[in-house]
């Protein structure tokens, strides 16, 4: 007999990254923030900042050393042209990397939008305890991301496994 697991919430922090983007028309981190917020996690922080890598490592680090941020979803710069950087500003950050994040997450965009997830380089992560997941900067691909990959794996009560229990771990030597 397995015992029912109670709904834990958690402090996420939304990033968008966009050289245009401002809190009147940023779709795409409203999207996560609302979807976060109705699924019982908290708002830890939202930021629009430009797509520039150093200034991306630079709230991602803040985050990171964060006690208070369990989780960071950053939205936007992953695609392939010259001021698409996310990718490469978070990497370096993470003491491991969760391949099979981009790769479900293109197996699942396919069905959307066909060919064209190639262009995505969406990314996750775990950097000093904290769960990190890079998703394209399209509100619909911040709907594919959260809908069908991230709001299970940050519900404690999904099985067989999600990142909610392993938390306690995740900072083991």
Known sequence: ?????????????????????????????RTLAERLVEAGHRLAEKVIVPDDIYAIRAIVSRWIADPGVQVVITTGGTGVTGR??????????????????GEIFRAISFEEIQTSTIQSRALG???????????????????????KL????????????NFVELMPRLNEV
């Open 1 to 29: 007999m397995t015992k029912e697991r109670s709904f834990v919430p958690l402090d996420i922090a939304i990033l968008t990254v966009s050289d245009s983007r401002t809190e009147e028309n940023d779709t795409s981190g």
């Open 84 to 101: 698409d950087g996310t990718p490469e500003a978070v990497q370096v950050l993470l003491d491991k990397e969760l391949e099979g994040f």
């Open 125 to 147: 992560g775990v950097a000093n305890g904290t769960i990190i997941f890079c998703v394209p900067g399209s509100s619909g691909a911040c709907r594919t991301a959260w809908d």
């Open 150 to 161: 991230i709001q299970k794996q940050l519900d404690h009560r999904t099985r067989p496994c």
